[in-house]
């Protein structure tokens, strides 16, 4: 865990609720934030629900599948800490769990079997995401979206234009939660530079696929100097992640435990970033004008209490990684073109 997630759970267990730090002193109050989880049952739901009731910052958590949630919910609301946790099941409930939600956190799909790309998850997640969107904009329009369901590189688009149609799109709280391919690279980076991992931070652009998932190793801090043959290794290995969870479990599934905490993280920034907190960074796939022809591009965003406050800037890239962000355009316009076809038929 990270060391200040660590810090958070911490405290998420001492704290009353009337605020008191473990020395007693009374510290500002922490706002109401309702958390909504879809697909709260699956096996991203179930430990990302974990991870999201230890969040201190939460006062409401919302667990809504369409069947399951009862179950999950009477579980997790057993924990010690400050939310106060509702299941919910079935499409008839699902505006009951959005309403009011400040936070949507979307892992409700299918998820890949050996074999599938992400883009073969389209045609069953596409329309999940569709009428999960639709309920958005109807119920909790002004809520921060965490996507999760894949394909990210489509499913964000899709989301965007159902909020279009709806009139309630802002591309400033839309956003496509690529933290595990940073939570990877961080790993993978740290094993190979002999440094903590604690210490360790990577940049990860691009979108959420194959080749379209472009880390800056040459970013990195801190820097180590790794042979150009060690670079690529840790590229494809980053690249390839969820298809090495996915062999791994052998048809039962991808990224679930290690996508629970990479979402927990994205999550808590968002509700960081909407109390207030200032300078919290993560990388995320949003809607972009870094790269003229792709209207959605994954980079460092800086978040705040609207959602996006600012995209930065991609830095300087290696020869290797320049040649790396060419190789990517045209997969990641062709899934962004997908998912807008698709949402406005
Ligand atoms: N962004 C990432 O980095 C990342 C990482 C890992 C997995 N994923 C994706 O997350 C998705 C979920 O993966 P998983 O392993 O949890 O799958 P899972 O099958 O274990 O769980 C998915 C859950 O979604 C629920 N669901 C289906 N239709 C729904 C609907 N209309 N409304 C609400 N819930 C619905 C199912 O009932 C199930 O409980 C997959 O698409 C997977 O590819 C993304
Ligand atoms: O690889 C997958 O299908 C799941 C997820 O996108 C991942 O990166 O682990």
């Known amino acids: 865990m990270r060391p200040s997630m660590f810090r958070s ?3 998420a267990v001492s704290r009353t609720s009337s605020h008191l730090t473990r020395r007693g002193y009374a510290t500002e109050p922490v706002p109401e934030r309702k958390v909504a989880i879809l697909g709260a049952a699956g096996g991203i739901g179930q430990p990302l629900s974990l991870l999201m009731k230890l969040n201190p910052l939460v006062s ?3 667990l809504y599948d369409i069947a399951g949630t ?3 919910a009477a579980d997790v609301s057993h924990i ?3 939310s106060e946790v509702t299941g919910y099941a079935g499409e008839e409930e699902l505006g009951k769990a959005l309403e009011g939600a400040d936070v949507v956190i979307i892992p409700a799909g299918v998820p890949r079997k050996p074999g599938m790309t992400r883009d073969d998850l389209f045609n069953i997640n596409a329309g999940i995401v569709k009428s999960l969107a639709t309920a958005i904009s109807k119920y909790c329009p002004h809520a921060l979206v965490n996507m999760i369901s894949n394909p990210v590189n489509s499913t964000v688009p899709i989301a965007a234009e159902v909020f279009k149609k709806a009139g309630t799109y802002d591309e400033k709280r839309l956003f496509g939660v690529t933290t595990l391919d940073v939570v990877r690279a961080k790993t993978f980076y740290a094993g190979k530079a002999k440094v903590p991992v604690a210490d360790v931070n990577v940049p990860v652009i691009g979108g959420h696929a194959g080749v379209t998932i472009l880390p800056l190793f040459s970013q990195a801090t801190p820097q180590a100097n790794l042979d150009d043959d060690v670079i690529k290794a840790l590229t494809a290995r980053t690249q390839d992640g969820g298809t090495e969870v ?5 048809g039962k599934g991808s990224a ?3 996508m629970a905490y990479a979402g927990a993280i994205f999550a808590d920034a968002c509700l960081k970033g909407l109390n207030g907190v200032p300078d919290v960074i993560e990388c995320s796939y949003v ?5 003229a022809e792709l209207p959605f591009f994954a980079s460092k965003v800086r978040i705040g209490k609207n959602g996006v406050e600012e995209i930065l800037g991609l830095g300087s890239l290696s020869d290797f990684e320049q040649q790396g962000l060419e190789n990517l355009k045209a997969e990641l316009k062709s899934s962004i073109e997908k998912g807008i076809k698709f949402a406005s038929q």
């Open 9 to 11: 759970v911490q405290s």
């Open 60 to 62: 409401t958590l919302s």
């Open 70 to 72: 009862p179950g999950v």
């Open 80 to 82: 010690n800490s400050r």
């Open 246 to 250: 996915v062999t791994a479990k052998a």
């Open 256 to 258: 679930t435990l290690s």
């Open 287 to 291: 809607q972009s004008n870094l790269i």
